[in-house]
């Protein structure tokens, strides 16, 4: 590279990490205040709460690294033009690729980085969140319950002990489960411990009873029990899958070849479809918004005219493709004939662009000749000017 791009790849580097590094910290805020109540009502400390913020973020770099880049070429773009270093660059012959190729090539960085993180950080940083959920719901009767006290870990759900042993039993168990608005369920044991399983855990109770009510005007069933478990999933909102990943959970294999008994993939084979396409459709969008900054504030332009103006048509235009792409994953999901308009939108906003750069080159050299041709005509009727007035000085002189 010149000099001059790697000027413009370091400022517009740098204003893409401190606009990613910003948009991320909101993000991550925003996922925070959603999990605050892991901290506040369900007994988990502030480190669970940032490993499982931060493991949700990947799942969200797909679609902010290309608007920090997009912000960062604007802004690139833009200050170069206030600055006046479009135009000298401009005025020596320079095209528009001198300062598109580094914006470029940065783009091809993060395309780079999203599809890394599309097809293996995406998924592990799920899984590993899942298993973070399965060990909250673990500790939940561990922590959240104390000796003598009613907790309720979640509304309608309630659970008392008389105490805990030294090896972790719960000893006088009563909990009382309302979650259910048709049946009321009351357990009363005289032990309970926890149980790990993965990807799960369980509450096994000795020794008790289940009353059970799904009429108010009949009475209340009793059950008798020496031994019943209870899956602590039941704890937390859950999806009909069970244990069966999702498909954002799955690596590029198992989505392309899900196993025969994954009741994910029976009840809903588009959503693979559309997440194993949306994987690889998706670095192109950083690519695409270059190009759209390049072709919209990529040209010198004098302070006189109005660029704010074009700023914000790249913008929208941006957006516009971007939330297409969204909408097109939702149509992939329903039919598999638009797979091809995944690709197709961002491809046709990079061509799109590359003609509207290609015209407005052209126009520039237009100008040019009409410029040199003016000042030739100039120079002809100088010079034509001066022989007239020498001519007329000269027979003045005869005379």
């Known amino acids: 590279m010149t000099i001059i791009e790697r000027y413009v790849f370091r400022q517009a580097a740098g204003a893409l990490l401190l606009i990613l590094l910003s948009l991320s910290g909101i993000v991550w805020i925003a996922l925070a205040l959603r999990q605050l109540n892991i901290v506040t009502s369900q007994g988990q400390d502030a480190w669970l709460l940032f490993k499982?913020?931060?493991?949700?973020?990947?799942?969200?770099?797909?679609?902010?690294?290309?608007?920090?880049l997009l912000i960062a070429a604007i802004h690139t773009l833009n200050r170069l033009n206030g600055d006046s270093e479009l135009i000298v660059l401009t005025a020596s012959g320079a095209t528009i690729w001198r300062v598109g190729r580094p914006l470029i090539l940065l783009a091809l960085l993060v395309a780079a980085g999203v599809s890394l993180v599309n097809h293996l950080g995406q998924p592990w940083s799920l899984r590993?969140?899942?298993?973070?959920?399965?060990?909250?719901?673990?500790?939940?009767?561990?922590?959240?319950?104390?000796?003598?006290?009613?907790?309720t870990p979640e509304p309608k759900l309630t659970f008392h002990i008389r105490?805990?042993?030294?090896?972790?039993?719960?000893?006088?168990?009563?909990?009382?489960?309302?979650?259910?608005?048709?049946?009321?369920?009351?357990?009363?044991?005289?032990?309970?411990?926890?149980?790990?399983?993965?990807?799960?855990?369980?509450?096994?109770?000795?020794?008790?009873?289940?009353?059970?009510?799904?009429?108010?005007?009949?009475?209340?069933?009793?059950?008798?029990?020496?031994?019943?478990?209870?899956?602590?999933?039941?704890?937390?909102?859950?999806?009909?899958d069970g244990d069966d990943l999702r498909p954002r959970e799955r690596y590029y294999e198992e989505l392309l070849n899900p196993e025969p008994g994954s009741r994910a993939f029976q009840r809903a084979p588009g959503q693979f479809r559309s997440e194993l396409h949306e994987r690889f459709s998706n670095p192109l969008y950083p690519i695409a918004f270059v190009m759209i900054a390049l072709a919209a504030v990529g040209q010198a332009q004098s302070t006189r005219q109005n660029r704010l103006q074009r700023v914000v048509s790249a913008f929208v235009g941006a957006v516009g493709t971007r939330l297409g792409g969204l909408a097109l994953n939702f149509v992939v999901v329903i039919n598999a004939i638009a797979v091809p308009l995944l690709y197709a939108l961002p491809l046709t906003a990079i061509f799109a662009s590359l003609v509207a750069i290609a015209r407005s080159g052209r126009s520039r050299p237009g100008q040019g000749r009409l410029q040199r041709l003016a000042d030739a005509a100039s120079d002809r009727i100088g010079t034509g000017l001066s022989r007239v007035v020498e001519f007329a000085g000269s027979l003045r002189a005869g005379k």
């Open 52 to 68: 499982m913020t931060t493991l949700a973020l990947p799942n969200l770099m797909a679609i902010i690294a290309p608007f920090a």
């Open 128 to 151: 590993t969140l899942r298993d973070y959920l399965v060990e909250m719901r673990t500790d939940l009767l561990s922590q959240v319950i104390q000796p003598g006290r009613f907790s």
């Open 163 to 240: 105490e805990r042993s030294l090896d972790g039993e719960l000893l006088g168990l009563v909990m009382h489960d309302q979650r259910d608005e048709k049946v009321s369920q009351a357990y009363l044991a005289e032990r309970g411990r926890i149980i790990k399983q993965p990807p799960t855990a369980y509450l096994l109770m000795e020794n008790g009873h289940i009353v059970r009510r799904d009429d108010p005007k009949k009475a209340s069933e009793i059950i008798a029990f020496k031994t019943y478990a209870i899956d602590l999933n039941r704890f937390e909102p859950k999806d009909d």
